[in-house]
């Protein structure tokens, strides 16, 4: 981490106050710059919010190891002057996170325990997922890939081609599932490699799945040559964005999601039960609402993957099955996500509700 961080600085950015730009934009500049001009630190992003610099007092420490990264087109649909903005919940960082609780450990889902060549991890029948980059477009306070070893992600063209090979013999993969990190963080040039070789090593895959936050936290990630890299595939592309409250979905996600749609991309969103962040079912009953408003399907509400650092955010499991059940008195089923939690060792997700 450099000492002096861009937001110290950020006066001499010429974009400050600029408005988003259109969405699918044509060239990549715009996300990058988006990702370049991101908060990296917290008095600064508490300013920007009217907010108390006290509010980040005492994280400095867990900030060292895994820092606030939060997008400006992300912190731009937090509310000002509200400590409890639900979007500002998710990426600030706080002093709990230094708190060591039972049962909370570095890799709770054991991934380590399934990776089968390197970046590949394989759980469940059928499907591989591919660690493609290691590199995020937000630090999500909750992740369960927080400590996650991502120097072991390939990260050259030749290692990405020896881990597909290593599954081209495997008849019975029907799925591969690009995520990280965040695959989007990708360039368009590197991403259109990556799915070149996919196409080329693994011909006979039904589906490739991306999961991804970008198309969320940076819309104008959803560039033209994207929309055309997805539209050429010739197998089904899911993308699984992943989106906990209605509030992250404003006029420019929107748009990014009509332009994914445009590319005949099927839209699934999975979401993390999280403690003042989603644990009401108004908040539930709205972020499906809103998802489908823009035609993205509720997939996974996931129960936290018990990561170090991360206990505050735990509610209790039959928290999440009561909203699911309320939720089901309220909305059509297919409004309703699926209540699941990763069990190490089962042969799937485990559907809780
Ligand atoms: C969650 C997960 C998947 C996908 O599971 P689905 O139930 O198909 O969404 C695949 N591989 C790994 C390693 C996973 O953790
Ligand atoms: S974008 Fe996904 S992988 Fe990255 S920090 Fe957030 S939850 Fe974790």
């Given at each position: 981490?450099?000492?002096?961080?861009?937001?110290?600085?950020?006066?001499?950015?010429?974009?400050?106050?600029?408005?988003?730009?259109?969405?699918?934009?044509?060239?990549?500049?715009?996300?990058?710059?988006?990702?370049?001009?991101?908060?990296?630190?917290?008095?600064?992003?508490?300013?920007?919010?009217?907010?108390?610099?006290?509010?980040?007092?005492?994280?400095?420490?867990?900030?060292?190891?895994?820092?606030?990264?939060?997008?400006?087109?992300?912190?731009?649909?937090?509310?000002?002057?509200?400590?409890?903005?639900?979007?500002?919940r998710?990426?600030?960082?706080s002093?709990e996170e230094?708190e060591?609780h039972r049962g909370f450990t570095?890799?709770p889902?054991?991934?380590?325990?399934?990776?089968?060549?390197?970046?590949?991890?394989?759980?469940?029948?059928?499907?591989?997922?591919?660690?493609?980059?290691?590199?995020?477009?937000?630090?999500?306070r909750y992740c369960f890939?927080?400590?996650?070893?991502?120097?072991?992600?390939?990260?050259?063209?030749?290692?990405?081609?020896?881990?597909?090979?290593?599954?081209?013999?495997?008849?019975?993969?029907?799925?591969?599932?690009?995520?990280?990190?965040?695959?989007?963080?990708?360039?368009?040039?590197?991403?259109?490699?990556?799915?070149?070789?996919?196409?080329?090593?693994?011909?006979?895959?039904?589906?490739?799945?991306?999961?991804?936050?970008?198309?969320?936290?940076?819309?104008?990630?959803?560039?033209?040559?994207?929309?055309?890299?997805?539209?050429?595939?010739?197998?089904?592309?899911?993308?699984?964005?992943?989106?906990?409250?209605?509030?992250?979905?404003?006029?420019?996600?929107?748009?990014?999601?009509?332009?994914?749609?445009?590319?005949?991309?099927?839209?699934?969103?999975?979401?993390v039960l999280l403690r003042g962040v989603n644990d009401?079912?108004?908040?539930?009953?709205?972020?499906?609402?809103?998802?489908?408003?823009?035609?993205?399907?509720?997939?996974?509400l996931h129960q936290l993957d018990r990561v170090a650092g991360a206990a505050h955010y735990e509610c209790d499991v039959r928290l999440g099955?009561?909203?699911?059940?309320?939720?089901?008195?309220?909305?059509?089923?297919?409004?309703?996500?699926?209540?699941?939690r990763?069990?190490?060792?089962?042969?799937?997700?485990?559907?809780l509700?």
């Amino acid at each position: 981490m450099p000492t002096r961080t861009i937001d110290e600085t950020s006066t001499s950015d010429p974009q400050a106050d600029a408005p988003i730009s259109p969405i699918p934009c044509h060239d990549e500049s715009a996300w990058l710059a988006e990702m370049k001009w991101a908060y990296r630190d917290a008095a600064a992003l508490l300013q920007r919010l009217k907010l108390p610099a006290s509010l980040a007092e005492g994280a400095q420490q867990p900030a060292d190891s895994f820092p606030l990264f939060a997008p400006r087109s992300f912190v731009q649909r937090m509310r000002s002057s509200d400590p409890k903005d639900p979007l500002l919940r998710q990426v600030l960082p706080s002093a709990e996170e230094a708190e060591v609780h039972r049962g909370f450990t570095d890799d709770p889902v054991a991934d380590a325990d399934f990776a089968a060549s390197p970046g590949i991890i394989r759980k469940y029948a059928g499907r591989a997922l591919l660690i493609a980059t290691g590199s995020c477009a937000v630090h999500c306070r909750y992740c369960f890939r927080r400590h996650f070893p991502y120097s072991e992600a390939p990260r050259s063209l030749n290692l990405w081609r020896e881990s597909l090979q290593a599954l081209s013999a495997d008849s019975s993969l029907n799925e591969l599932i690009l995520s990280g990190g965040d695959p989007l963080t990708l360039r368009d040039l590197r991403l259109g490699e990556l799915l070149e070789l996919v196409s080329q090593l693994l011909p006979d895959l039904k589906r490739l799945r991306i999961h991804t936050r970008l198309p969320v936290v940076i819309p104008q990630r959803v560039t033209a040559e994207l929309i055309e890299l997805l539209a050429s595939r010739s197998t089904r592309v899911v993308v699984v964005l992943h989106v906990n409250h209605a509030n992250e979905i404003d006029r420019t996600v929107c748009q990014a999601i009509d332009a994914l749609r445009s590319a005949s991309v099927m839209l699934l969103n999975q979401a993390v039960l999280l403690r003042g962040v989603n644990d009401t079912l108004v908040s539930q009953v709205d972020l499906s609402e809103r998802l489908l408003e823009v035609g993205v399907m509720p997939y996974y509400l996931h129960q936290l993957d018990r990561v170090a650092g991360a206990a505050h955010y735990e509610c209790d499991v039959r928290l999440g099955e009561t909203l699911i059940e309320q939720m089901r008195g309220r909305l059509p089923g297919y409004a309703v996500p699926r209540f699941v939690r990763d069990d190490p060792g089962m042969p799937s997700k485990s559907w809780l509700a």
